[in-house]
């Protein structure tokens, strides 16, 4: 599948919000839920424009995960970027429908060409111990398991902890 990533804008805040919807459940499956205001369009449409705020200052980059008709099959972020000690942390989800398809490996590809040519020489991200797929993107796209969060929480009845890998281009 091809795929692009497109930097998050104002004029894509209702398919976007159309694809968070539509996929929430399968989401919640996977990653602790987002707050039920969250769902609410007005409020999306405000958490997102300060979103674009961070991403016009720089501090963070969202990206939608696009494919080849330009329909919003994921999402993929660096955020809370440091610009001194050259660091950010990453964020990805696919919709249900268009997992197992290598779209997060691809779009985690494109976003570390970014970072580089950003001049990021550090990305951190964690996933749940149970989410075995994320695992295997991360190490795929070079990404060194660090740890595992000695801290456990209960999501979907499951008792999970994190685990947390680091990207480095030094």
């Known amino acids: 599948m091809e795929i692009e990533i497109h ?29 039920q205001d969250y769902y609410d369009f007005e409020k999306f449409k405000d958490k997102n424009k300060v979103l674009l705020n961070e991403q016009d200052e720089g501090i963070s980059y969202y990206f939608l995960i696009k494919d080849s008709t330009g329909s919003i099959i994921g999402r993929i972020n660096l955020v809370d970027i440091d610009s001194v000690n050259k660091t950010g942390y990453l964020g990805y989800r696919v919709g249900e429908k268009n997992t ?14 970014i970072a580089l040519s950003n001049g990021i020489k550090v990305i951190k991200a964690k996933t749940t111990d149970n989410n075995i797929a994320s695992q295997k993107i991360l190490e795929h796209n070079g990404f060194t398991k660090i ?19 680091e990207w480095y281009n030094i």
């Open 147 to 165: 740890n595992s969060s000695n801290k456990e929480f209960e999501m979907n009845g499951m008792r999970l902890k994190f685990v947390n890998y």
């Open 7 to 35: 930097k998050l804008d104002i004029k894509d805040f209702k398919k976007l919000y159309e694809f968070e919807f539509i996929n929430k459940d399968f989401f919640e499956k996977l990653i602790p839920p987002r707050d």
């Open 100 to 113: 197992r398809k290598g779209v997060a490996k691809k779009a985690l590809k494109i976003l570390l060409e």
